[in-house]
């Protein structure tokens, strides 16, 4: 099946999902995740009609960028960010989606500051408690916005999560619960420069059950483009 025959069978099934739930299907947005796909295959998922494009790795947001690939799309970060590569996406991206730590929200702030704007982030939680993951832990969250005010140059736009994964359909959902239940807690606080605007969980296994349990955007990819060469992955 062609890109554009993948994303209308994903938009159909989170239709599907959304209405299942008593959800507006048009409060979830596609993102999506295009790691170790081309240019052309970006271009033809944004013609396509998905919401944004997430990117995992620098090297490819960087040559992506030059090519003029996401252009008629937002595009985000997705994937581990090491701190000395901040500076190469601060300002390139509409949102930070995987601000797994302190150490590296203060080094966004501090780009973000030299180059005097305000960048979007997603904390990342490390809902499944994993020790092989990155990721705030659940109970770190509400603690760490109490201080959320330091970082003058973020605003914290929500939240992402990873969860285990699963085997068996269903199986993510008490994390997905979590995750919605913390976005609630955090909203009732009311900290400065945060907003809830966006619940990032689900991907190509998992989303109708994200999408049941309030996730406002799936980061799709192996159902939008096929699977990825990791043979490739490991070469490069």
């Known amino acids: 099946m062609s890109i554009a025959s993948n994303v209308s069978a994903i938009r159909a099934r989170m239709a599907g999902a959304a209405k299942a739930a008593g959800r507006d299907p048009g409060e979830i947005q596609l ?18 009609g998905v919401d ?3 990117e995992n790795r620098v090297q490819e947001l960087v040559l992506k960028s030059s090519q003029n690939a996401y252009a008629g799309a937002p595009v985000h ?12 996406v601060v300002g390139h991206v509409d949102l ?9 929200l203060q080094a966004i702030n501090a780009e973000a500051g030299k180059q005097s704007l305000i960048q979007n982030v997603l904390l990342e939680v490390n809902i499944g408690r994993e020790a092989s993951k990155g990721g705030f832990a659940p109970e770190e969250i509400l603690p760490f916005l109490e201080h959320i005010d330091e970082f003058r140059n973020i605003r914290v736009r929500g939240l992402m999560a990873i969860p285990p994964i699963s085997h068996h ?6 994390f997905f619960q979590e995750m919605l239940q913390l976005s609630v807690d955090i909203t009732e606080k009311k900290y400065d420069n945060v907003s809830m605007d966006c619940l990032s969980m689900g991907m190509s296994d998992d989303f109708e059950d994200a999408i049941a349990c309030g996730s406002t955007m799936i980061r799709v ?10 043979v490739k992955l490991h070469q490069t």
């Open 96 to 104: 930070i989606q995987s601000v797994d730590s302190a150490h590296l």
């Open 52 to 54: 944004c494009c997430g």
């Open 169 to 174: 359909s269903g199986e993510n959902r008490k």
């Open 77 to 88: 970060f997705i994937g581990h960010l090491q701190t000395n590569k901040v500076r190469q």
């Open 31 to 48: 993102c999506a995740a295009t790691k170790m796909n081309d240019a052309d295959a970006v271009r033809q998922a944004i013609a396509a």
């Open 221 to 230: 990819g192996t159902a939008i483009f096929g699977a990825r060469d990791y």
